[in-house]
């Protein structure tokens, strides 16, 4: 499902974000991605949305070798690739309705599959009843479940969550983590970047540590270990 053989990244000035990282996950696995500010965890997220390119090495996204992926290919890749980030990135003159079926509009969807489609979403992540609402009328936890509902608009593969609590308190991360798991349990892929120690050591899931941008551990069911 995903494959980086011998990924390197580097930015001008001599910094070395990724250094010839070999990884491969299966299809629908829960991994962890963890390790302090700096270790390279967003710079992995980035090559693997192509966001960057990679400065050597191959990536591999369900068979498709995007290492030199166009730029007009990249939102194909993303619409395979459901990704939620930390500080949400709703529309805010949106309602939650709105925002969840604004994917789904780009891609020229009918109306009628748009407002079945939100109506499932919003019942998988528990928004039912509140769609109506925008952004500032809605916790941080009701946000990101927007955020959610609205990346798994296009029934993606993979699930890409990079730091998804990180502003939320511990009912409300926990929420998330409860929502991420039962999205994985239909066939997802979850990778879940966080420096979360609690959350990682309470998944019991494959963990893979990164440090100075080389992974370290890769553990089947393991905890966090920096």
Known sequence: MIRLDSISKSYPGGIHALEDVH???????????????????????KLLIAEERPTRGRIEIGGWDITGIRDREVP???????????????????????????????AGEQRGH???????????????????????????????????????????KILVADEPTGNLDTINA????????????????VLLVTHNREIVNGLKR??????GGHITHDQKTGKYVI
């Open 76 to 106: 194909l890749l993303r619409r395979q690739m459901g990704i939620i980030f930390q500080d949400f990135k709703l529309l805010p003159n949106k309602t939650a309705h709105e925002n969840i079926a604004f994917a789904l509009e780009v």
């Open 114 to 156: 748009i407002n079945r489609a939100v109506q499932q979403l919003a019942s998988l992540v528990g928004l039912e009843g509140a769609t109506h609402r925008f952004p500032h009328e809605m916790s941080g936890g009701e946000q990101q479940r927007v955020a959610i509902a609205r990346a798994l608009a296009h029934r993606p």
């Open 206 to 211: 494959r963990v893979i540590t990164l440090d």
């Open 23 to 45: 990884l491969f996950i299966e299809a629908g696995e829960f991994v962890s991605i963890v390790g302090q500010s700096g270790t390279g965890k967003t710079t992995l997220v």
């Open 174 to 189: 926990q929420e998330i983590i409860r929502i991420l798991k039962k999205v994985n349990e239909f066939g997802t892929t």
